[in-house]
Structure formats: C-alpha cells, structure tokens
C-alpha cells in the first residue's frame, strides 16, 4: 500500500521560500502521477500542480505558475514542491496525492 508523508512546512516571510517534500513508501512515484493541493479552513482544496510519471512534465495552477517548481527525486522517491516569493495567499495546508492516496499534509503559513 502507498504511504505518503509531507514534509517541510513552516512559517516564512512574504516573498521567501519554503520546499515541501513528499515521501514514498510501499510504491515507485516514478511510475505515478503527483499532483499537490492545498486547502484553507472552509474552503476546497484546489490545485497547485502536478508532475507526470509518462514524461516528467509539470503543470501549475495560474495562482503559482512561475513561482513554484515541482520536481522528482527518484532515488529517494520523493516529489519536491519548491515554492518561490510566497504571498499571504499561499498560506494552506499542502498535500500530496497519488490516485486515491494522501498525506497527512504539511502547514505552510506566510506572513504579511
């Protein structure tokens, strides 16, 4: 069974950086779509990007597209999210997901 684990969550400053890992256990990500999403308190969760297992490509939600970088890191089956010149509006839970499978989530808070 797929485990996965988030990581790398934190506060940081309006305009900083923060990079979120996600963690495998019990499957390749190479061979899996990784999408991450974030959700506020009261609100859905909604997409930030995801990475292809097919070819690596990556694709972002307009809200972060030129801000954030999804990656994969197979020899530690890992999926990065590296996050550039955070807003405010960024602050979320993040999470990784993997078909039906999710984290626990990691909370990410940028301060004004």
């Known amino acids: 069974q797929l485990r996965l684990v988030e990581s790398g969550g934190g506060l940081a400053e309006t305009g900083g950086f923060l990079r979120l890992s996600c963690e495998a256990s019990g499957w390749t990500l190479d061979y899996i779509d990784i999408g991450w999403f974030r959700q506020v308190p009261g609100k859905e969760r909604e997409g930030v990007g995801c990475?292809?297992?097919?070819?690596?490509?990556?694709y972002y939600a307009n809200s972060v597209e030129g801000r954030f970088t999804i990656s994969r890191d197979g020899a530690k089956n890992m999926v990065s999210l590296q996050m550039n010149s955070l807003k405010p509006e960024d602050t979320a839970r993040y999470y990784c997901?993997?078909?039906?499978?999710w984290g626990q989530g990691t909370q990410v808070t940028v301060s004004s």
């Open positions: 990475i292809t297992s097919s070819d690596g490509s990556a």
């Open positions: 997901n993997a078909g039906r499978d």
